[in-house]
Nanobody, 116 residues
Framework: QVQPVESGGGLAQPGGSLTLSCAAS????????IGWYRQAPGKERELVAS???????NYADSVKGRFTISRDNAKNTVSLQMNSLKPEDTAIYFC??????????WGQGTQVTVSS
């Protein structure tokens, strides 16, 4: 099985925090890029943050300064720490593991709801 598995979604209040986790199959170093995407109802799926094999990261402007993507090499997991959550962060969050240009796998998604 190569499909990544997400966990950690749920309900948070505006201004609150949640941490999502993506468990990769096999060694995380075999994956070129792991990205967190989200899709809100009626909207297209968008990139939230990504981490590359060399450890460099990339963030959408909408989450810069609030979200942090990180990697645990020993556990083969990638986490997304989400702080200062806003209602517009409500979406299904997906993890994508990209092994090469033509080989990538999506997780099943985890729901994040930000509401008071």
């Amino acid at each position: 099985q190569v499909q990544p598995v997400e966990s950690g979604g749920g309900l948070a209040q505006p201004g609150g925090s949640l941490t999502l986790s993506c468990a990769a199959s096999g060694s995380i170093f075999s994956i070129n890029t792991i990205g967190w995407y989200r899709q809100a109802p009626g909207k297209e799926r968008e990139l939230v943050a990504s981490i590359f094999r060399d450890g460099s990261t990339n963030y959408a402007d909408s989450v810069k300064g609030r979200f942090t993507i990180s990697r645990d090499n020993a556990k083969n997991t990638v986490s997304l720490q989400m702080n200062s959550l806003k209602p517009e962060d409500t979406a299904i969050y997906f993890c994508n593991a990209k092994y090469s240009l033509f080989r990538s796998y999506w997780g099943q998604g985890t729901q994040v709801t930000v509401s008071s």
